[in-house]
């Protein structure tokens, strides 16, 4: 290895010294200096392997994450290899200082050290602890939201709806491996409520490389104006939130249509405009059911379990999102219908996602049928398409 510069040797030691004293919190290394400038930043932090500490990094790229585990004295001369090179800045967060070391142009280092900004240590995590897509680091959102802690540790009320946001960005990602966007994509989320989906997916894509337009569509100003200060803070260009009723919403080109949770027949309002708005994607989580069930008169032997009130609400249910997959397969969309997460999450876990494919001729009689079945009259969506 090169003769490690002075100045470097002095952050390494100290980084050294923090591990030893039990004083780390994480460390950063930023701004790319080499040549490959898709190689975005480092994140470390100190977790347990089959008992002992070693340094997890992830390694962010443009368009992926690796994470790598070191032991120690490893990973300080990756440190040391990586800063003045790769990287031109470096920042090392103990609970007795923040310690930057930044380059200049002609690759001098200079050390800056400041009062320390982290209060604890982060948990120690086990390597067995699921690996999730979303980097809790670096991601304000999640702070601001009451999801993680100011140093980046997720907080006992927000695990579950980490755990969901997780959830929907591993389906958004393996969904878009088999469908790609197009590298600007116009995205809507009608109904964004408080935006953590919005946020999440915006963050996903950039870190793919895509250039997303996003769009939160939300009848709540309150929320709106939330969002739309978060999205300004965090640098996220694309990502916009409008205080409007989805009905009233024409955009002009959609890619990506979602709907997650939307009430009753917002949901439906939703899929319309993702269909007449010619989406390659509609990803829809229903919420309340209330129009189908208003209508339900069984006509068939079926009415002997209808009965119980409770099992008509789970029917109609099922006959609504049954119905809203069929009418999408007939306006020229293969649909799958599955669970999204967990019930203990939330009861309302189906999701229906809709790639654009061949008309499906036959779903229009099978509507029929089923409302016959069941002394319906009309079907919201129906009316929507028409
Ligand atoms: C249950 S929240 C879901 C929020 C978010 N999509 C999520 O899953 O975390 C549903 C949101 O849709 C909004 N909403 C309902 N009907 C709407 C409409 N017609 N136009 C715009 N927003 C609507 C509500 O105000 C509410 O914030």
Same mark, same amino acid.
């Given at each position: !290895?090169?003769?490690?510069?002075?100045?470097?040797? #002095?952050?390494?030691?100290?980084?050294?010294?923090?591990?030893? +004293? =039990?004083?780390?919190?994480?460390?950063?290394?930023?701004?790319?200096? &080499?040549?490959?400038?898709?190689?975005?930043?480092?994140?470390?932090?100190?977790?347990?392997?089959?008992?002992?500490?070693?340094?997890?990094?992830?390694?962010?790229?443009?368009?992926? $994450?690796?994470?790598?585990?070191?032991?120690?004295?490893?990973?300080?001369?990756?440190?040391?290899?990586?800063?003045?090179?790769?990287?031109? +800045? &470096?920042?090392?967060?103990?609970?007795?200082? $923040?310690?930057?070391?930044?380059?200049?142009?002609?690759?001098?280092?200079?050390?800056?050290?400041?009062?320390?900004?982290?209060?604890?240590?982060?948990?120690?995590?086990?390597?067995?602890?699921?690996?999730?897509?979303?980097?809790?680091?670096?991601?304000?959102?999640?702070?601001?939201?009451?999801?993680?802690?100011?140093?980046?540790? %997720?907080?006992? /009320?927000?695990?579950?709806?980490?755990?969901?946001?997780?959830?929907?960005?591993?389906?958004?990602?393996?969904?878009?491996? #088999?469908?790609?966007?197009?590298?600007?994509?116009?995205?809507?989320?009608?109904?964004?409520?408080?935006?953590?989906?919005?946020?999440?997916?915006? $963050?996903?894509?950039?870190?793919?490389?895509?250039?997303?337009?996003?769009? &939160?569509?939300?009848?709540?100003?309150?929320?709106?104006?939330?969002? +739309? &200060?978060?999205?300004?803070?965090?640098?996220?260009? =694309?990502?916009?939130?409008?205080?409007?009723?989805?009905?009233?919403?024409?955009?002009?080109?959609?890619?990506?249509?979602? /709907?997650?949770?939307?009430?009753?027949?917002?949901?439906?309002? /939703?899929?319309?405009?993702?269909?007449?708005?010619?989406?390659? %994607?509609?990803?829809?989580?229903?919420?309340?059911?209330?129009? %189908?069930?208003? #209508? !339900?008169?069984? @006509?068939?032997?079926?009415? /002997?379990?209808?009965?119980?009130?409770?099992?008509?609400?789970?029917?109609?249910?099922?006959?609504?999102?049954?119905?809203?997959?069929?009418?999408?397969?007939?306006?020229?969309?293969?649909?799958?219908?599955?669970?999204?997460?967990?019930?203990?999450?939330?009861?309302?876990?189906? !999701?229906?996602?809709?790639?654009?494919?061949?008309?499906?001729?036959?779903?229009?009689? @099978?509507?029929?049928?089923?409302?016959? $079945?069941?002394?319906?009259?009309?079907?919201?969506?129906?009316?929507?398409?028409?």
């Amino acid at each position: !290895m090169e003769k490690m510069n002075e100045i470097t040797g #002095q952050f390494v030691q100290k980084l050294q010294k923090s591990i030893e +004293n =039990g004083s780390f919190v994480k460390l950063t290394l930023s701004k790319s200096g &080499g040549k490959n400038k898709d190689f975005r930043n480092v994140y470390g932090r100190l977790i347990e392997l089959r008992g002992e500490e070693v340094m997890s990094f992830t390694l962010r790229y443009s368009t992926r $994450d690796e994470t790598r585990n070191h032991p120690i004295p490893e990973a300080l001369t990756m440190v040391a290899l990586w800063l003045g090179t790769d990287f031109l +800045n &470096g920042d090392l967060f103990t609970l007795e200082e $923040d310690l930057s070391i930044q380059f200049s142009k002609k690759r001098k280092p200079r050390l800056f050290s400041r009062p320390a900004s982290q209060e604890e240590k982060p948990p120690k995590v086990h390597n067995r602890q699921k690996q999730y897509l979303i980097e809790v680091a670096d991601n304000p959102y999640l702070h601001a939201m009451g999801i993680s802690s100011a140093s980046g540790n %997720i907080l006992p /009320a927000g695990q579950a709806k980490f755990r969901q946001i997780n959830k929907y960005i591993e389906i958004i990602d393996s969904l878009l491996q #088999q469908h790609p966007l197009p590298t600007a994509p116009q995205i809507v989320d009608m109904g964004s409520g408080k935006g953590y989906l919005t946020f999440a997916l915006y $963050d996903h894509l950039s870190g793919l490389g895509l250039k997303p337009a996003i769009t &939160g569509i939300e009848l709540r100003q309150k929320l709106v104006d939330f969002c +739309n &200060g978060l999205a300004k803070e965090a640098g996220y260009t =694309g990502l916009s939130f409008l205080a409007e009723d989805i009905h009233n919403f024409h955009p002009k080109r959609i890619d990506m249509l979602i /709907a997650l949770h939307a009430c009753d027949i917002a949901t439906d309002i /939703a899929i319309a405009k993702g269909i007449q708005s010619g989406a390659e %994607i509609i990803i829809v989580a229903p919420c309340c059911h209330k129009q %189908i069930r208003k #209508q !339900m008169a069984c @006509q068939t032997d079926m009415q /002997a379990i209808l009965r119980h009130g409770i099992l008509e609400e789970r029917q109609a249910e099922l006959i609504t999102d049954g119905i809203r997959s069929l009418l999408m397969e007939a306006h020229g969309y293969q649909t799958r219908v599955f669970e999204f997460i967990s019930t203990e999450h939330t009861p309302k876990n189906l !999701m229906i996602v809709g790639t654009k494919g061949k008309k499906k001729e036959e779903a229009l009689e @099978q509507v029929e049928a089923i409302k016959k $079945d069941y002394g319906i009259e009309y079907h919201y969506l129906e009316k929507l398409l028409e």
